[in-house]
């Protein structure tokens, strides 16, 4: 079974998948128009972990800052569209001290998915998008400012997925 995503062998993605990568707004709502259904959505994890480096520096965080342990609230997800198959696996980064406001609710979703939170009042947020591919598949890395709370969501496209595009 050969990954469709896959154009020119680990530098470029398929050109059907193209789209998916760079779309704005919420890849929720584009999943579930695909699917003709509610996205089901697998918890895989959620609680608190360390940043890494590289999350860090995509945050913005410099300095000493950069060596010190920052812990965040993080969330794996499976998306299910309408087959048995995952077609997308997210993780959502919430760095603690963008956890304050009207962002605690973040860490209440349970199997909510996130685009009905962070875009149920604007189609687009400002953000900032890293496409890179990984043993798992193309996944897209988006750096949002929430109503000024900074959060990284990841989104890899999955082979299930791919074989529907």
Partial sequence: MSNTC?????????????PWLHADGSLTALLEQK???????ERRFEGYRSLSLAQKKQLGVQGAMLNRPMLAW????????NDERPWVAAQSVF???SLKGRARRLQQLKGTPIGYVMFKRQRTLPSQRFILQTTAGWQRQTLYDWYGRK???????????????
Avoid: M, N
């Fill in 74 to 81: 993080v969330r794996d997800v499976q998306l299910y569209g």
């Fill in 35 to 41: 699917s003709g259904q509610p996205l089901r959505i």
């Fill in 6 to 18: 896959i154009h020119d062998l680990a530098t470029t993605p398929a050109s059907k998948l193209w």
């Fill in 151 to 165: 959060l990284i969501i990841s989104e890899t496209f999955l082979p299930a997925f791919c074989q529907r595009i």
């Fill in 95 to 97: 760095p603690l001290p």
